[in-house]
């Protein structure tokens, strides 16, 4: 069984500063797919970042950035020059590379403060 | 290009009923998934159909059913509502073999539902 454990319910950050959201799995697969996934007041799950296991390079997008750790199974997102737009629930998401569903963790909720 | 969406927005039942939620995927998708996500959880998958057929089902019991369409849309039915399934329902489409072979799935807006 794949679980997907987000150990931080609630977060802040000051505008224009620097946050990371953690995030750890368990796996016995070897090769998936990691996701983040923002999830404003308006509800729309919105896709922000993705990792394939299989490549050692971090992701990257704009202001968003993650740290893979595969022996660790850890996948923090990192976001830079935080804006007021980005206030919202954060899932962290695994798929096994030959799965079609998605294993949500619990979810961290982000404040940017003004 | 038309998104994922979803109706009704909002929903009131009663323990006992029964209810249909619906879903209308993405321009050019055929795969359509439906989560539950109750307040303070991350979206738990339910099924998925895939060219009208399910193709892959959650550990959910089967009063929880649905159906594809010829044209992708899909339905969520629930029958003998239960207090405990009060929770937004969401629906992603997606199109098999799109970018570097992973199903990236597009999410609607949710329907709440609560049961009274």
């Known amino acids: 069984a794949q679980t997907v454990t987000q150990s931080q319910p609630e977060m802040s950050v000051q505008e224009a500063e620097t946050v990371t959201l953690s995030c750890t799995y368990d796996?016995?697969?070897?090769?998936?797919?990691l996701f983040w996934y923002k999830q404003p007041p308006s509800r729309q799950m919105i896709l922000v970042i993705r990792?394939?296991?299989?490549?050692?390079q971090n992701a990257t997008e704009n202001r968003f950035s993650v740290n893979f750790q595969k022996a660790a199974k850890s996948f923090s997102l990192k976001i830079s020059d935080s804006q007021l737009g980005d206030t919202a629930m954060y899932f962290c998401?695994?798929?096994?590379?030959?799965?079609?569903?998605?294993?949500f963790g619990t979810g961290t909720s982000l404040t940017v403060i003004p | 290009e038309t998104g994922v969406t979803q109706s009704p927005t909002h929903l009131i039942k009663t323990r006992g009923q029964q209810v249909t939620l619906r879903c209308s995927s993405q321009?050019?998708?055929?795969?359509v998934s439906w989560y539950q996500q109750a307040l303070g959880q991350g979206p738990q998958f339910i099924f998925q159909?895939?060219?009208?057929?399910?193709?892959g089902r959650g550990n959910f019991p089967p009063r929880f059913s649905g159906l594809q369409f010829p044209n992708y849309s899909s339905e969520l039915n629930v029958n003998a509502l239960e207090l405990d399934d009060s929770a937004l329902y969401l629906c992603?489409?997606?199109?098999?073999?799109?970018?570097?072979?992973?199903?990236?799935?597009?999410f609607g807006p949710g329907t709440r539902l609560t049961v009274l």
């Open positions: 796996t016995s697969e070897n090769n998936y797919y």
């Open positions: 159909y895939y060219r009208e057929e399910e193709n």
């Open positions: 321009s050019g998708h055929n795969t």
């Open positions: 998401a695994f798929m096994k590379q030959t799965g079609n569903q998605f294993y």
């Open positions: 990792q394939e296991a299989y490549k050692q």
């Open positions: 992603a489409s997606s199109s098999p073999g799109t970018l570097a072979g992973i199903n990236e799935q597009f």
